[in-house]
């Protein structure tokens, strides 16, 4: 990736919505996250897959725990499938290799606040998340275009 790109997406980078995400989705699955960095953490989409299964019962029936990075990369996609049956927009998704080679956490960090947005409107009973980034948010294009 443009190095120049990496650095404007880096800048878009807010560590305290990381951390209000992280907590909500703490709450909602009802564990803490390993003792390693937010993006870590969620990388093998395994956090995601049990977020999305708290939100919407039994909408990731099966998910792997375990394995090689194909198959825990597998989860991501997983979570983008149910995400986007919970209802939420292409624009607002994040690419795989967006979170599992962390070329733009920024971009996990809204589509979990728009899974949080969507959330309310289901009426989820369960911690909401209290801040709510902009609707308006798109997502950063890594190809150049």
Same mark, same amino acid.
Request: with cysteine; proline share 5%; hydrophobic share 40%.
């Given at each position: @990736? ?31 996250? *390993? ?8 990388k093998?989409?395994?956090i995601?897959?049990?977020? @999305?299964?708290?939100?919407? *019962? ?37 690419? %795989? ?35 709510? @980034? %902009?609707?308006a ?9």
């Open positions: @990736m443009d190095i120049a790109l990496q650095r404007k997406i880096a800048a878009k980078r807010d560590p305290n919505l990381d951390r209000e995400v992280q907590e909500w989705i703490e709450a909602i699955i009802g564990e803490k996250f *390993p003792d390693i960095p937010y993006e870590d953490a969620i093998d989409g395994v995601l897959c049990k977020l @999305m299964n708290k939100l919407q *019962p039994n909408a990731i029936p099966k998910y792997a725990t375990s394995g090689g990075s194909f198959k825990l990369r597998e989860n991501i996609s997983l979570f983008q499938n149910a995400a986007r049956d919970y209802g939420i927009a292409e624009a607002e998704l994040f690419q %795989s290799i967006d979170l599992f080679e962390k070329r733009n956490i920024p971009q996990v960090t809204r589509c979990l606040f728009a899974v949080a947005r969507e959330a309310r409107k289901h009426k989820f009973n369960g911690p909401l998340l209290a801040s709510t @980034m %902009s609707q948010n798109t997502r950063e294009s890594v190809g150049g275009k």
